[in-house]
Protein backbone atom coordinates (compact mmCIF):
# COMPACT_ATOMS: atom_id res chain seq x y z
CA UNK A 1 0.00 0.00 0.00
CA UNK A 2 1.16 3.67 -0.91
CA UNK A 3 2.48 5.37 1.83
CA UNK A 4 0.46 8.11 1.53
CA UNK A 5 -2.77 5.83 1.68
CA UNK A 6 -1.44 4.42 4.52
CA UNK A 7 -1.00 7.47 6.89
CA UNK A 8 -4.32 8.96 5.46
CA UNK A 9 -6.13 5.77 6.42
CA UNK A 10 -4.59 5.44 9.46
CA UNK A 11 -5.10 8.72 10.39
CA UNK A 12 -8.91 8.33 8.95
CA UNK A 13 -9.41 5.54 11.87
CA UNK A 14 -7.68 7.54 14.44
CA UNK A 15 -10.25 9.92 13.92
CA UNK A 16 -13.18 7.93 13.82
CA UNK A 17 -13.55 8.08 18.05
CA UNK A 18 -12.95 11.48 17.81
CA UNK A 19 -16.29 11.78 14.94
CA UNK A 20 -18.53 9.49 17.25
CA UNK A 21 -18.12 11.80 20.72
CA UNK A 22 -18.42 14.96 18.26
CA UNK A 23 -22.01 13.95 17.55
CA UNK A 24 -23.26 13.20 21.00
CA UNK A 25 -21.74 16.90 21.75
CA UNK A 26 -23.14 18.96 18.58
CA UNK A 27 -26.70 17.06 19.14
CA UNK A 28 -26.92 18.95 22.07
CA UNK A 29 -25.84 22.19 20.25
CA UNK A 30 -27.99 22.14 17.84
CA UNK A 31 -31.01 21.52 20.15
CA UNK A 32 -29.79 24.48 21.90
CA UNK A 33 -29.60 26.64 18.51
CA UNK A 34 -33.37 26.02 18.03
CA UNK A 35 -34.49 26.17 21.88
CA UNK A 36 -32.76 30.21 20.84
CA UNK A 37 -34.82 30.40 17.57
CA UNK A 38 -33.00 29.84 15.30
CA UNK A 39 -33.74 27.85 12.26
CA UNK A 40 -31.77 23.88 11.83
CA UNK A 41 -29.78 24.92 8.45
CA UNK A 42 -28.22 28.18 10.58
CA UNK A 43 -27.32 26.03 13.41
CA UNK A 44 -25.74 23.43 10.64
CA UNK A 45 -24.23 26.40 9.11
CA UNK A 46 -22.56 27.71 12.43
CA UNK A 47 -20.79 24.01 13.11
CA UNK A 48 -19.73 23.54 9.62
CA UNK A 49 -17.97 27.11 9.79
CA UNK A 50 -16.81 27.12 13.13
CA UNK A 51 -16.25 23.78 14.76
CA UNK A 52 -15.44 24.66 18.28
CA UNK A 53 -17.81 23.69 20.95
CA UNK A 54 -17.50 26.60 23.78
CA UNK A 55 -16.95 29.42 21.49
CA UNK A 56 -19.91 28.11 19.47
CA UNK A 57 -22.37 27.95 23.03
CA UNK A 58 -21.19 31.24 23.80
CA UNK A 59 -21.48 33.13 19.86
CA UNK A 60 -25.41 31.87 19.86
CA UNK A 61 -26.09 33.31 23.17
CA UNK A 62 -24.36 36.76 22.27
CA UNK A 63 -26.41 36.01 18.85
CA UNK A 64 -29.91 36.47 21.47
CA UNK A 65 -29.10 40.29 21.59
CA UNK A 66 -28.17 41.37 17.75
CA UNK A 67 -25.26 43.92 17.25
CA UNK A 68 -22.87 43.02 20.24
CA UNK A 69 -20.14 42.81 17.93
CA UNK A 70 -17.52 43.58 20.40
CA UNK A 71 -19.06 41.51 22.68
CA UNK A 72 -18.47 38.40 20.38
CA UNK A 73 -14.97 39.82 19.22
CA UNK A 74 -13.57 39.29 23.12
CA UNK A 75 -15.59 36.46 23.77
CA UNK A 76 -14.95 34.53 20.83
CA UNK A 77 -11.09 35.61 21.39
CA UNK A 78 -10.40 34.83 25.10
CA UNK A 79 -12.21 31.46 24.26
CA UNK A 80 -10.67 30.30 20.95
CA UNK A 81 -7.18 31.87 21.44
CA UNK A 82 -6.01 28.44 23.02
CA UNK A 83 -6.01 26.46 19.13
CA UNK A 84 -3.33 29.21 18.14
CA UNK A 85 -1.27 28.08 20.73
CA UNK A 86 -2.11 24.07 19.67
CA UNK A 87 -1.12 25.25 16.24
CA UNK A 88 2.53 26.10 17.25
CA UNK A 89 2.93 23.69 18.93
CA UNK A 90 1.58 21.23 16.14
CA UNK A 91 3.41 22.94 13.68
CA UNK A 92 6.59 21.49 14.97
CA UNK A 93 5.76 18.24 14.03
CA UNK A 94 4.08 18.68 10.87
CA UNK A 95 6.10 16.71 8.05
CA UNK A 96 8.12 18.92 5.01
CA UNK A 97 4.81 18.61 2.76
CA UNK A 98 2.46 20.23 5.44
CA UNK A 99 2.74 23.51 5.02
CA UNK A 100 1.79 27.10 2.82
CA UNK A 101 -1.77 26.84 2.33
CA UNK A 102 -2.15 23.61 2.76
CA UNK A 103 -1.47 24.84 7.07
CA UNK A 104 -4.08 27.57 6.20
CA UNK A 105 -6.54 24.81 5.19
CA UNK A 106 -5.96 22.11 7.84
CA UNK A 107 -5.33 25.01 10.69
CA UNK A 108 -9.53 25.29 10.47
CA UNK A 109 -9.37 21.51 12.38
CA UNK A 110 -7.34 21.90 15.32
CA UNK A 111 -9.72 21.30 17.75
CA UNK A 112 -8.42 19.79 21.92
CA UNK A 113 -9.07 16.30 20.56
CA UNK A 114 -7.88 16.29 17.60
CA UNK A 115 -4.58 18.12 18.51
CA UNK A 116 -4.38 15.35 22.06
CA UNK A 117 -3.96 12.97 18.81
CA UNK A 118 -1.86 14.47 16.81
CA UNK A 119 0.42 15.71 18.77
CA UNK A 120 1.13 11.79 20.06
CA UNK A 121 3.07 11.10 17.29
CA UNK A 122 6.79 12.05 16.09
CA UNK A 123 5.52 13.42 12.50
CA UNK A 124 2.36 14.36 11.58
CA UNK A 125 1.82 13.90 7.42
CA UNK A 126 -0.13 16.55 5.39
CA UNK A 127 -2.24 13.01 4.02
CA UNK A 128 -2.71 11.89 8.31
CA UNK A 129 -4.22 14.90 9.26
CA UNK A 130 -6.25 14.90 6.29
CA UNK A 131 -8.02 11.71 7.34
CA UNK A 132 -7.66 12.74 10.86
CA UNK A 133 -9.91 15.53 10.33
CA UNK A 134 -12.11 13.51 8.25
CA UNK A 135 -14.52 11.83 10.90
CA UNK A 136 -14.49 14.56 14.03
CA UNK A 137 -16.26 17.35 10.81
CA UNK A 138 -18.63 15.16 9.42
CA UNK A 139 -19.65 13.81 13.15
CA UNK A 140 -19.82 17.74 13.82
CA UNK A 141 -22.31 18.67 11.52
CA UNK A 142 -24.15 15.46 11.30
CA UNK A 143 -25.14 15.48 15.03
CA UNK A 144 -26.19 19.43 14.87
CA UNK A 145 -28.00 18.43 12.15
CA UNK A 146 -29.69 16.13 13.98
CA UNK A 147 -30.36 18.12 17.26
CA UNK A 148 -31.56 21.04 15.18
CA UNK A 149 -34.10 18.30 13.34
CA UNK A 150 -35.08 16.79 16.61
CA UNK A 151 -35.30 19.97 18.68
CA UNK A 152 -38.18 21.25 16.07
CA UNK A 153 -40.34 17.89 16.61
CA UNK A 154 -39.73 17.23 20.80
CA UNK A 155 -41.02 18.52 23.20
CA UNK A 156 -39.82 21.72 25.50
CA UNK A 157 -39.68 19.86 28.56
CA UNK A 158 -37.08 16.59 26.65
CA UNK A 159 -35.28 19.73 24.44
CA UNK A 160 -34.20 21.53 28.20
CA UNK A 161 -33.77 18.10 29.86
CA UNK A 162 -31.03 17.50 26.47
CA UNK A 163 -29.92 20.43 26.65
CA UNK A 164 -27.87 20.29 29.98
CA UNK A 165 -25.86 17.72 28.25
CA UNK A 166 -23.74 20.15 27.07
CA UNK A 167 -22.96 21.54 30.38
CA UNK A 168 -22.24 17.76 31.28
CA UNK A 169 -19.63 17.94 28.87
CA UNK A 170 -17.85 20.65 29.82
CA UNK A 171 -17.99 18.83 33.62
CA UNK A 172 -16.16 15.73 32.31
CA UNK A 173 -13.67 17.25 30.79
CA UNK A 174 -12.72 19.05 34.12
CA UNK A 175 -12.89 16.87 36.30
CA UNK A 176 -10.26 14.41 35.49
CA UNK A 177 -7.54 17.66 35.50
CA UNK A 178 -9.03 18.71 38.63
CA UNK A 179 -8.12 15.77 40.43
CA UNK A 180 -5.02 15.67 39.15
CA UNK A 181 -3.84 19.35 39.65
CA UNK A 182 -4.71 21.70 42.87
CA UNK A 183 -4.24 24.55 40.01
CA UNK A 184 -6.97 23.43 38.02
CA UNK A 185 -9.38 23.47 41.55
CA UNK A 186 -8.30 26.58 42.02
CA UNK A 187 -9.18 28.29 38.41
CA UNK A 188 -12.38 26.01 38.39
CA UNK A 189 -13.57 27.80 42.00
CA UNK A 190 -12.64 31.05 41.25
CA UNK A 191 -14.59 31.20 37.75
CA UNK A 192 -17.58 29.41 39.53
CA UNK A 193 -17.07 32.27 41.71
CA UNK A 194 -17.09 34.85 39.46
CA UNK A 195 -19.90 33.40 37.37
CA UNK A 196 -22.27 33.42 40.40
CA UNK A 197 -21.57 37.48 41.28
CA UNK A 198 -22.15 38.05 37.35
CA UNK A 199 -25.58 36.59 37.79
CA UNK A 200 -26.85 37.27 40.87
CA UNK A 201 -25.18 40.68 41.89
CA UNK A 202 -27.84 43.39 40.20
CA UNK A 203 -24.90 45.51 39.21
CA UNK A 204 -22.69 42.59 37.03
CA UNK A 205 -26.02 41.43 36.16
CA UNK A 206 -26.10 43.74 33.61
CA UNK A 207 -22.95 42.91 31.62
CA UNK A 208 -23.83 40.95 28.57
CA UNK A 209 -22.86 37.28 28.72
CA UNK A 210 -19.97 37.44 26.57
CA UNK A 211 -17.80 39.80 28.48
CA UNK A 212 -18.67 38.68 31.68
CA UNK A 213 -17.44 35.02 30.25
CA UNK A 214 -14.28 36.44 29.07
CA UNK A 215 -13.72 38.26 32.42
CA UNK A 216 -14.60 35.07 34.42
CA UNK A 217 -11.70 33.42 31.99
CA UNK A 218 -9.22 36.03 32.05
CA UNK A 219 -9.61 36.51 35.98
CA UNK A 220 -9.32 33.04 37.36
CA UNK A 221 -6.20 32.57 34.96
CA UNK A 222 -4.64 35.51 36.32
CA UNK A 223 -5.25 34.87 39.89
CA UNK A 224 -4.28 31.18 39.58
CA UNK A 225 -1.05 31.76 37.86
CA UNK A 226 -0.02 34.06 40.69
CA UNK A 227 -1.32 31.68 43.35
CA UNK A 228 0.12 28.68 42.21
CA UNK A 229 2.65 28.68 39.12
CA UNK A 230 3.00 26.36 36.80
CA UNK A 231 6.88 25.54 38.20
CA UNK A 232 5.83 25.42 41.11
CA UNK A 233 3.08 23.20 40.64
CA UNK A 234 5.03 20.50 39.30
CA UNK A 235 7.59 20.87 41.60
CA UNK A 236 4.92 19.79 44.16
CA UNK A 237 3.55 17.22 41.79
CA UNK A 238 6.60 15.20 41.43
CA UNK A 239 7.03 14.87 45.41
Known sequence: MDSTKARFINGLTDGIPIGLGYLSVSFTFGIMAISFGMYWWQAVLISMLCVTSAGQLAGITVMLNPGHYIEMLISQFTINIRYSFMSIALSQKVGEKFSG???????FMITDEIFAVS???KEVSRAYFA???IAPYIGWALGTLAGALLGEVLPKSVMNALGIAIYAMFVAIVIPELKKSGAVAVVVAIAAVLSCMFYYIPILKNVPAGI???ICAVVAAVITAILKPIGIVDEKEKK
Do not use: A
Open 119 to 121: ITK
Open 212 to 214: SIS
Open 131 to 133: GLC
Open 101 to 107: IWRLIFG
